[in-house]
């Protein structure tokens, strides 16, 4: 089976910007793909040229099997794409919108109604359906966004930063969306939120200055992290001198941090040498040796970490 996104070698120029640099990647049914990156990276002009709203300079996109550059309409059924922004007509209501959408869409006027009632309560419009859009706050309007991007239950969905601006049980609830339609269509998800790629996304692509310089699944991407596997314990005080020197003579350990200081304990970190796991190898080198250490456990790795290291020049 093809994936129900290809994109290959694709380029955008905006003068003498280059805001895409050679991206390829493809997603398949059933994937959540993240998409992360620094601001201006070239997150939201890979979707645009996806979803046809911009011409690429080189390369191809392709939705479905549909080449956006020349089978554009067809590719178009087939995807809802949430812009950056969510940019809608302030001067219609969301009813008046969706109705609006899904004639664009040529949904008959039966499915029309029950799409359109589906969506709204999913995205929770009721309370607003009859106010001007340019009167809704910005994260019910977003929600509106997201409620014409789902409206025709479409097998791909590009979503550009989708819980921008929401509160905190709205983006929970957005993300639970999102995953619950992950499992029958492919999606891809914008997000400067990192926690979102480990809640939603089966892989994540780092974008910097339009190159792709990461692509793997949250769990590959936290083991990219420098204090993947590192080992956190608090030991007393008096002992913290002689713990260090101990896991320092251990081949496996690259070296041994104080990351904080009470008055009778002090928190240290093990950091292994290779990402490698050595949880059991501290806890039983301070059983030997009589240390009793508190709240012994071994770090994912934290995806702040990952994100600075690829894509900041140290
Ligand atoms: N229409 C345009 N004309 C000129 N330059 C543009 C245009 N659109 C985007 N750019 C430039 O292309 C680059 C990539 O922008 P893009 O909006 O894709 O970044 P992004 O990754 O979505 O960033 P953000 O996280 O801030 O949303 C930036 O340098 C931006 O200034
Ligand atoms: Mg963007």
């Known amino acids: 089976m093809s994936p129900l996104i290809e994109v290959q070698s694709l380029r955008k120029h905006f003068g003498s910007v280059v805001a895409v640099d050679d991206i390829s990647f493809a997603v398949d049914r059933g ?28 390369g191809r996109a392709a939705v479905c099997g549909h080449d956006i550059a020349l089978q554009p309409i067809e590719a178009k059924r087939t995807m809802g794409y949430l812009p950056e922004g969510a940019p809608l007509y302030g001067d ?14 040529r949904m008959p006027r039966a499915e029309r109604k029950r799409r359109i ?8 419009l009721g309370e607003v359906l009859h106010r001007r859009i340019e009167t809704l706050s910005k994260g019910f309007r977003r929600r509106v966004g997201l409620a014409q991007a789902i409206l025709h239950d479409p097998d791909v969905l590009i979503l550009d930063e989708p819980t921008d601006g929401l509160d905190p049980n709205q983006k929970h609830q957005v993300r639970e969306l999102i995953k619950s339609m992950g499992d029958r269509k492919a999606i891809i998800i914008s997000t400067h939120i990192l926690e979102e790629v480990d809640a939603v ?34 030991v007393p005080a008096g002992d913290a001198a002689r713990t260090t020197q101990l896991l320092m003579g251990l081949p496996e350990v690259d070296r041994v ?27 039983f080198t301070l059983r030997e040796n009589n240390i009793a250490a508190a709240d012994l456990h071994a770090e994912a790795g934290k995806l702040d970490d990952v994100f600075r290291k690829l894509t900041t020049i140290a």
Do not use: W
């Not at 919108?97 to 899904?102: A, K, M, Q, S």
């Open 257 to 283: 941090e104080e990351r904080a200081r009470a008055q009778s304990s002090v928190l240290l970190m093990a950091v292994p040498k290779n990402g490698q796991f050595i949880g059991d190898l501290v806890a």
């Open 31 to 58: 994937e959540v793909l993240g998409f992360l990156g620094p601001n201006g990276a070239g997150k939201s002009t890979t979707m645009k040229i996806i979803t046809g709203y911009l011409p690429a300079t080189d």
């Open 117 to 124: 009632a589906e969506v709204v309560e999913r995205m929770e």
């Open 201 to 234: 996304c089966d892989r994540a692509i780092i974008i910097d200055h339009g190159k792709v310089v990461s692509d793997g699944t949250p769990a590959q991407l936290h083991a990219r992290s420098p204090e993947h596997n590192a080992v956190m314990m608090r």
């Open 92 to 105: 219609m209501t969301p009813t008046g919108f969706l109705d609006f959408i899904g004639r664009a869409r």
